[in-house]
């Protein structure tokens, strides 16, 4: 089979074919296919709960499944919000899956009726399919050879005619989400003594255990884990719990006890979790810290000291069912 005569870009007036163009997209998306931004295209109920859903502004990438349709993807945008009308139910509930479909007759193998306007389409749709089954995740699991992505399911109850959000579970993904991911290590250069609490309050500590961070714009989530390892418990047993906190958010805490020894023995402090960054957090320095909390009954104390490493890893995500601005 022959070339493709004319590749992107050539001179000369020579006519570039559509395929070449979605194959220049397909590279750019490097083959992946969804949304652009965490944020985009997100189905939500009406302010006024009604028989449809809007789907927010935002852009897409998705493949070109036609036949002859390898190595091909569309970019789409949508400018406004899209209202699309959903059915309502009878005497059994319903579950529907919302998607983004390419709808182009003209590519190889498609059967999708003519455009009145063969200058502006519409070639993509905001397109409810009903009725699939309520474990549908993906519309490859009931059209696999559709070019459409998914962007949420309704479940909707029986004899019910608006929907709310309570019914609507994201189903976006991104096209190329972000990731980074950071490492950070210290130790005291002196003796650095638990200061004490009140029963039940947290305080920061220990003052190694503290950093500055920078939290990435897009992070709309982020795993934590901190470890502050070769504590020292000296002159009894402690009993309490270790986190961390990200600015106001603190983290799940780990409970710690030694029993009742009365001899010198060294811990790990050990907290990890997985928050939501809300969307004021984003792009800001916050301070991320060790946090503790003993009973003050306990007889016995801790040191952080020479021997003491603290590690803080921090996983940032770019998660579009985190993002809810």
Known sequence: MAWDSVPWFTEGGAEHSSEVARLLAYAAFAGGEGIVGSGDLRVRALSSPAAAVNVYPGACAILNRAPGGRYQAYAARLPSADQVPVAATGAAKRSDLVVARIENPYSAGETWPLPG?????PYIYTRVISNVPATTTSVRQIRPNDSSITLARIDIPANTSSITQAMIKDLR???APRARRRLYTSSPSGDQNWAGNSKGQWVAWPP?????????PWATKARIMLTVAGVQVMRGGVWGSSAWK?????GESVTLDTGAGDGSQRIHLISADTISIPSSMRGTVQTLSGMISLDDDNAGVLQADVATTCVLDVDWAEDPTEDET
């Open 208 to 216: 190694a255990a503290r950093w500055t961070v920078e939290v990435p």
């Open 173 to 175: 993904e991104m096209v």
């Open 246 to 250: 990200l600015g106001t958010l603190q």
């Open 117 to 121: 306007d063969p200058t502006v389409g």
